[in-house]
């Protein structure tokens, strides 16, 4: 099948997915104009939407003379350039040795090729020639000659396009690079909903849905991180979209750095969106036959409502961007010791946390902050990666060792990216910090963002962490980032690199992490900033799971997984059960529903082993033994929202069904318990209508349809945030 097709006579292109379809097309003074992106529809080519008008005050190219309806103002692109008479926001604009900054992109060629393209340096989904099919188009700048390769890949299969651009520099002159977006999108007389996924530290992806309005709005994060705050995934909608029904695009950004995707409504009702690095604190010079490739944006669209557009991104990111075997294969459950003993613990003390671990069925033990340096409080010790021998008496490897004897893995966690002010490596070198000539530094946390863009750096904190790895035979990596970047300068880069310093601590970061997972192909790697601050696609490139927030509250976790699933599979949010009363919040909610929540997502625990009562370690068994029967759905399955926290104040549901419809999970939380209650029906999702089902718990059968139409009675609660877990299978 040839999944994108050029007409030499229309000049259109055309790109197909199994459902979607994606046309463009090269019009008048070879420009590059989008056509439609959408539901597939058949053979025609839609260059009917294409409606030139002499608009005022929207001026028209030199060459087209007295022909006043053919402006980039307001025509759709695919890439818009500057100075070319589009007022909107654009996606390259560059500045000249000269100082002008004028860039008109024309078409040149194309070129279609098998396979998936791939990114120098940078994270990107991955395809073989019976996954993927790659579309080239150049534009070109005739002046200064400088060259944009756009870049689009279809995935037939998932019903994914992604893009990117490569700009690279032909002419004979320098040219300085102040914005090269990865992506644009114009929409043609469309009133949309922008879905977008803002938080805060321990409260990361909020969800929220407004109107688009006239003018220029964005999302985006100036922090050097992805960010707690704003996501790097946004969903345009139509008003009327739901879980379920209407038609949805969605944007992910595959990169850990600045983003922003700005959205413009202009004077004619027509929507462009952009989306790439944040141009806030970025330039990148290219000389002559340099070149600059964007990262990528993984786009879907999906015509039945924001659940199919979910399950399209989950299942991209689990085949065809997450490399890690442990995609396919069960996770180690864990223990992680931060919420158990923060700081203050000793070698006897994390060995009965092990052996308590063991007791009840768990696979692994992570040892978090503390164990190296001088690290007994949070304002020392970074950088210092060497076992603290005075809290680990006799040394971590034998430790490890010991543990490793009970039959559990050994997991710990690093901060590679930071280094405090005490510290052995700050005191040998000062300079090997982001600082800005003669001010005082930022600091946050009480610690300072190492400059990863140098290697000599990035090869010494790595040195230092390998080794530790090697002598104790790590299963599990945490790698951790507890700050935003600032005090952005570089000592080594010239003044007039100092724009590119904020991308190159990105490609610093990455360039660490690949080493990490081609040196150990069987570790078990798990991301974490400050929790959720950097959960973002780029970071599944690299590992399969991210801790998804610092905040362990199963009530509060609602919002939060409920939020992140949209973009992302939930088999990457790292969840775990936690002690109550909260540490965070102080809220006390029943150790089975903390269960409950945090089987949605990779599963684990994050208290003190030794203090479970009896009635609680039995409970954590039975949970433990509860998820490995049904952590294939979670890997595996099609995951549902059945309600939306930030609406409902009763319950909070969500599903899994395996892809074969044989195996159906609706777990949740029952709010708030009310006196003489109403009876809540609930509707799963997603299964065989003619099938049979039976309830694991009460035998009871029923049809699909039953279930999804007529529905199942909640059971009625004994207090507030009870538990909710119906298991069903298929009969016949
Ligand atoms: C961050 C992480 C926590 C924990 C602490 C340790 O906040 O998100 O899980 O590892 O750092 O300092």
């Given at each position: 099948?040839?999944w994108?097709?050029?007409?030499?006579?229309?000049?259109?292109?055309t790109?197909?997915t199994?459902n979607?379809?994606?046309?463009m097309q090269v019009?008048e003074?070879?420009?590059?104009?989008?056509?439609y992106?959408?539901a597939?529809i058949?053979?025609?080519e839609a260059?009917?939407?294409?409606?030139?008008?002499?608009?005022g005050?929207?001026g028209?190219?030199?060459?087209?003379?007295?022909?006043?309806t053919?402006?980039l103002d307001?025509?759709?692109q695919?890439?818009?350039?500057y100075?070319?008479?589009?007022?909107?926001?654009?996606?390259?604009e560059?500045e000249?040795?000269d100082?002008?900054?004028a860039v008109?992109?024309?078409?040149?060629?194309y070129?279609?090729?098998?396979?998936?393209?791939?990114l120098?340096?940078?994270?990107?989904m991955?395809?073989d020639?019976?996954e993927?099919?790659t579309?080239?188009i150049?534009?070109?700048?005739?002046?200064?000659?400088?060259k944009?390769h756009?870049l689009?890949?279809?995935?037939?299969?998932?019903?994914i396009?992604?893009?990117a651009?490569?700009?690279e520099?032909?002419?004979?002159k320098?040219v300085k690079?102040?914005?090269?977006?990865?992506?644009?999108?114009?929409?043609?007389?469309k009133h949309?909903?922008l879905v977008?996924f803002?938080?805060r530290?321990a409260?990361e992806r909020?969800?929220?849905?407004?109107?688009?309005?006239?003018?220029?709005?964005?999302?985006?994060?100036?922090?050097?991180?992805?960010?707690?705050?704003?996501n790097p995934?946004?969903?345009?909608?139509?008003r009327?979209?739901?879980?379920?029904?209407g038609?949805?695009y969605?944007f992910?950004?595959?990169y850990s750095?600045n983003f922003?995707?700005?959205?413009?409504v202009?004077?004619?009702?027509?929507?462009?969106?952009?989306?790439?690095?944040?141009?806030?604190?970025f330039?990148?010079?290219l000389e002559?036959g340099?070149?600059?490739?964007?990262?990528e944006?993984i786009?879907?669209?999906?015509?039945d409502?924001?659940?199919?557009?979910?399950?399209?991104?989950?299942?991209?990111?689990?085949?065809?961007l997450?490399r890690s075997?442990?995609?396919?294969?069960p996770?180690?459950?864990?223990?992680?010791?931060?919420?158990?003993?923060?700081?203050?613990?000793d070698?006897?003390?994390?060995f009965?946390?092990?052996?308590?671990?063991?007791?009840?069925?768990?696979?692994?033990?992570v040892?978090d902050d503390?164990w190296?340096?001088?690290?007994?409080?949070?304002?020392?010790?970074?950088g210092?990666?060497?076992v603290?021998?005075n809290k680990?008496?006799?040394?971590?490897?034998?430790?490890v060792e010991?543990?490793?004897?009970l039959?559990l893995k050994?997991g710990i966690?690093i901060?590679?990216?930071?280094?405090?002010?005490?510290?052995?490596l700050y005191?040998?070198h000062p300079d090997w910090?982001?600082?800005?000539?003669?001010?005082?530094m930022?600091?946050s946390?009480?610690?300072l963002n190492?400059?990863?863009?140098?290697?000599?750096?990035r090869?010494?904190?790595?040195?230092q962490?390998?080794?530790v790895m090697?002598?104790?035979?790590v299963d599990?990596i945490k790698w951790?980032m507890?700050?935003?970047?600032?005090?952005?300068?570089s000592a080594v880069?010239?003044?007039e690199?100092?724009?590119?310093?904020?991308?190159?601590?990105?490609?610093?970061?990455y360039e660490m992490?690949?080493?990490l997972?081609?040196?150990?192909?069987?570790?078990?790697?798990?991301?974490?900033?400050?929790?959720g601050?950097?959960?973002?696609?780029?970071?599944?490139?690299?590992?399969?799971q991210?801790?998804?927030?610092d905040?362990?509250?199963?009530?509060?976790?609602?919002?939060?997984?409920?939020?992140?699933?949209?973009?992302?599979p939930v088999s990457?949010m790292?969840?775990?059960?936690?002690t109550?009363?909260?540490?965070?919040?102080?809220r006390?909610?029943?150790?089975?529903?903390?269960?409950?929540v945090a089987?949605?997502?990779?599963?684990?625990?994050?208290l003190?082993?030794e203090?479970?009562t009896?009635?609680e370690?039995e409970?954590a068994k039975?949970q433990?033994?509860a998820?490995k029967?049904?952590?294939?759905?979670?890997?595996?399955?099609d995951?549902?929202r059945?309600?939306?926290?930030?609406?409902?104040?009763d319950?909070?549901?969500?599903?899994f069904?395996?892809?074969?419809?044989?195996?159906v999970m609706v777990?949740?939380?029952?709010?708030r318990n009310?006196?003489?209650?109403h009876i809540?029906?609930?509707y799963?999702?997603?299964?065989d209508?003619?099938?049979h089902y039976q309830?694991?718990e009460?035998g009871?059968v029923?049809?699909?349809?039953?279930?999804m139409?007529?529905?199942v009675a909640?059971?009625?609660?004994?207090?507030?945030?009870?538990?909710?877990?119906?298991h069903?299978v298929?009969?016949?």
């Amino acid at each position: 099948m040839k999944w994108i097709t050029y007409n030499e006579r229309t000049r259109v292109f055309t790109l197909r997915t199994r459902n979607t379809m994606y046309q463009m097309q090269v019009r008048e003074y070879e420009t590059l104009i989008h056509l439609y992106y959408g539901a597939d529809i058949g053979d025609t080519e839609a260059t009917h939407r294409i409606v030139c008008l002499d608009r005022g005050f929207s001026g028209n190219l030199y060459e087209a003379g007295d022909d006043r309806t053919f402006s980039l103002d307001v025509l759709p692109q695919e890439y818009s350039g500057y100075g070319n008479g589009d007022y909107r926001i654009n996606s390259l604009e560059v500045e000249h040795e000269d100082g002008s900054d004028a860039v008109h992109l024309r078409y040149e060629d194309y070129k279609i090729q098998e396979g998936k393209y791939s990114l120098t340096g940078l994270p990107a989904m991955f395809g073989d020639e019976n996954e993927a099919q790659t579309l080239e188009i150049t534009l070109y700048d005739r002046i200064s000659n400088l060259k944009v390769h756009l870049l689009y890949s279809v995935f037939p299969e998932l019903d994914i396009i992604t893009r990117a651009a490569r700009i690279e520099n032909q002419g004979e002159k320098q040219v300085k690079i102040q914005r090269a977006m990865s992506m644009e999108m114009d929409y043609t007389h469309k009133h949309m909903d922008l879905v977008h996924f803002y938080g805060r530290h321990a409260m990361e992806r909020m969800t929220e849905r407004q109107p688009l309005h006239h003018g220029v709005q964005s999302i985006e994060s100036k922090r050097g991180t992805s960010s707690h705050q704003h996501n790097p995934f946004v969903i345009l909608c139509d008003r009327m979209t739901s879980e379920k029904y209407g038609d949805c695009y969605g944007f992910a950004l595959a990169y850990s750095g600045n983003f922003r995707c700005e959205i413009e409504v202009d004077q004619t009702e027509q929507t462009r969106l952009v989306m790439g690095i944040h141009p806030y604190h970025f330039s990148y010079r290219l000389e002559k036959g340099d070149v600059f490739e964007t990262p990528e944006v993984i786009m879907a669209y999906s015509g039945d409502g924001l659940g199919r557009l979910s399950h399209i991104f989950h299942d991209a990111y689990r085949s065809n961007l997450i490399r890690s075997k442990y995609m396919d294969s069960p996770r180690p459950i864990l223990v992680n010791n931060w919420e158990a003993t923060y700081f203050d613990f000793d070698e006897e003390k994390l060995f009965r946390i092990a052996e308590r671990a063991k007791e009840i069925g768990l696979d692994m033990f992570v040892l978090d902050d503390g164990w190296f340096g001088n690290r007994d409080t949070d304002t020392k010790g970074l950088g210092d990666w060497y076992v603290n021998e005075n809290k680990i008496r006799g040394g971590l490897a034998k430790l490890v060792e010991k543990i490793h004897g009970l039959g559990l893995k050994f997991g710990i966690w690093i901060e590679p990216e930071m280094v405090s002010e005490d510290s052995d490596l700050y005191r040998e070198h000062p300079d090997w910090v982001l600082r800005i000539p003669q001010r005082h530094m930022n600091l946050s946390r009480s610690q300072l963002n190492l400059d990863i863009t140098r290697k000599e750096v990035r090869d010494h904190v790595m040195g230092q962490i390998f080794k530790v790895m090697d002598e104790c035979k790590v299963d599990y990596i945490k790698w951790d980032m507890n700050r935003s970047v600032d005090n952005v300068y570089s000592a080594v880069l010239p003044a007039e690199r100092q724009g590119e310093v904020f991308h190159r601590y990105v490609l610093g970061v990455y360039e660490m992490m690949e080493q990490l997972v081609q040196r150990y192909p069987d570790l078990l790697f798990e991301n974490c900033s400050g929790g959720g601050g950097r959960f973002d696609a780029g970071m599944l490139y690299y590992s399969p799971q991210i801790w998804c927030s610092d905040n362990t509250d199963a009530i509060d976790r609602l919002k939060i997984q409920y939020g992140t699933s949209f973009g992302y599979p939930v088999s990457a949010m790292g969840a775990h059960v936690s002690t109550c009363p909260n540490h965070q919040t102080g809220r006390t909610a029943p150790f089975e529903t903390r269960g409950v929540v945090a089987s949605a997502g990779t599963f684990g625990y994050e208290l003190d082993l030794e203090k479970l009562t009896e009635e609680e370690k039995e409970m954590a068994k039975e949970q433990i033994r509860a998820y490995k029967k049904m952590e294939h759905l979670v890997q595996t399955g099609d995951y549902y929202r059945l309600s939306d926290p930030f609406k409902n104040q009763d319950h909070v549901l969500w599903e899994f069904v395996s892809k074969d419809k044989k195996e159906v999970m609706v777990c949740g939380v029952q709010l708030r318990n009310e006196a003489n209650p109403h009876i809540h029906l609930i509707y799963p999702e997603g299964m065989d209508e003619k099938r049979h089902y039976q309830d694991v718990e009460t035998g009871a059968v029923y049809t699909g349809a039953a279930l999804m139409k007529a529905g199942v009675a909640l059971p009625l609660g004994k207090g507030d945030y009870q538990p909710v877990r119906f298991h069903f299978v298929m009969v016949d």
